[in-house]
């Protein structure tokens, strides 16, 4: 298979790029004829006369996993999900109030210049600060008063405020292929996954979930429910949190998740007899 790999990227997600363009280039070179070709704003390409028989995306973040490069590769085969499915799913703010009136997720507000004071009184002392656009926990951080609330960086309208949920943070990898879907959880090890710890060389999760077999049941089946709402028909990784007392809490959907030999997506498939290679081949598989 001719196979061109897109990589670089339009904001700080570059470096998940970066750092898997060089496994993800070995493990498809085997079978296959790859090209790789770099992308940013100062290398632009026209990406409906790429001539391959795969478009293989490592571009995270803006215009890729927001949907918009899906639409330029409308008639050629790729790993992205469709722009429909993007626009739920790349929004944080629009995916938890879209699957609010399904389940679980964790309480959140639009930051529209309110004050600390508002956000406590709706979540308590600790609170989380995010962007609602991105991924690689890029600009989210954790706040517990008033003078850190009011230095952290903030834009009306673009960034979101939640509830900080006492408990573990799992990660559900999830691939749809034949109809049928294969599922695996991993369980985070420290109580703020920050971009250092997923990009570093140091691994801040485990592929042993150790949990009750009901709760596991009830979380494979919650991301089940959430990857058909979203109309996902590829692969995806889908974020929960878990309280002491068993409550299950949705935070994010990323229908890019890294690809790299050591990120957690692909780890957690090794359970089932997937290597990178393998397991990137198999995503080849799934038609568009």
Not at 176 to 184: A, P, Q, R, T, V
Not at 186 to 196: A, E, H, P, Q, V
Request: hydrophobic letters at 35%; charged letters at 20%.
């Amino acid at each position: 298979m001719k196979i061109c790999i897109l990589y670089g990227g339009f904001d700080k997600e570059i470096i998940a790029s970066l750092g898997a363009i060089e496994s993800v280039y070995k493990s498809l070179s085997i079978n296959n004829w790859v090209e790789q070709m770099y992308v940013d704003k100062n290398n632009l390409i026209n990406f409906s006369e790429l001539d391959y028989d795969f478009i293989f995306v490592l571009i995270h973040g803006k215009y890729s996993e927001e949907g918009l490069l899906s639409i330029e590769l409308i008639n050629k085969k790729h790993n992205l999900a469709s722009f429909k499915s993007c626009q739920k799913c790349y929004n944080k703010y629009n995916s938890k109030t879209f699957l609010s009136p399904f389940l679980l997720v964790t309480p959140f507000c639009l930051y529209e210049n309110q004050d600390y004071e508002f956000f406590q009184s709706l979540f308590g002392n600790k609170i989380v600060i995010k962007p609602i656009k991105g991924g690689s926990s890029v600009d989210v951080f954790i706040c517990s008063n008033k003078n850190d609330f009011n230095t952290i960086p903030k834009i009306y309208g673009k960034t979101m405020i939640e509830k900080y949920i006492c408990g573990s943070e799992y990660q559900v990898a999830i691939i749809k292929y034949n109809n049928k879907f294969l599922i695996e959880i991993g369980k985070i090890l420290s109580n703020f996954y920050t971009m250092d710890q997923k990009y570093g060389n140091t691994k801040y999760y485990t592929t042993i979930s150790n949990l009750d077999q009901k709760i596991e049941n009830k979380l494979k089946k919650l991301a089940t429910h959430i990857f058909n709402l979203c109309e996902l028909t590829k692969f995806a990784r889908i974020d929960f949190f878990i309280n002491q007392n068993n409550d299950i809490y949705f935070n994010e959907i990323n229908t890019l998740p890294g690809l790299g030999e050591n990120s957690i997506f692909v780890k957690l498939f090794e359970k089932q007899g997937y290597n990178q290679q393998t397991l990137l081949e198999l995503l080849l598989k799934i038609e568009n």
